[in-house]
Nanobody, 130 residues
Framework: QVQLVESGGGLVQAGGSLRLSCAAS???????????MGWFRQAPGKEREFVAA????????DEADSVKGRFTIFRDNAKNTVYLQMNGLKPEDAAVYYC????????????????????WGQGTQVTVSS
């Protein structure tokens, strides 16, 4: 089984910054560097939406248009951890943020849909005050 644990959420004023972390573990996930990692978010009453994804090596990233230029995804494979640096936060960024990873290795062609992920963390709340 794979365990993903997010951290770093909190309350921030509009225009502020937060860095989210997602640490992965599990005996079936010993080769963390083989898997796509993604960040999604879900606001109350809304569907889970794609935020960003990163390739196994970290050389390729993909970001939603709504966060491009403000959010950066990166990973440290030595620490089995993926990060989401969020700058210029807006009230509409407020949501529970989840990290996920698919069961299959490689740079996922389904990285932008939550259906392309098999394992999820418990989520971390981000609140942005205006």
């Amino acid at each position: 089984q794979v365990q993903l644990v997010e951290s770093g959420g909190g309350l921030v004023q509009a225009g502020g910054s937060l860095r989210l972390s997602c640490a992965a573990s599990g005996h079936t996930f010993s080769l963390y560097s083989l898997y796509t990692m993604g960040w999604f978010r879900q606001a109350p009453g809304k569907e889970r939406e794609f935020v960003a994804a990163i390739s196994p090596s970290g050389k390729m990233t993909d970001e939603a248009d709504s966060v491009k230029g403000r959010f950066t995804i990166f990973r440290d494979n030595a620490k089995n951890t993926v990060y989401l640096q969020m700058n210029g936060l807006k009230p509409e960024d407020a949501a529970v943020y989840y990290c996920g990873t698919p069961r299959t290795s490689g740079w996922s062609s389904r990285r932008r849909t939550h259906l392309g992920y098999d394992y999820w963390g418990q989520g971390t709340q981000v609140t942005v005050s205006s």
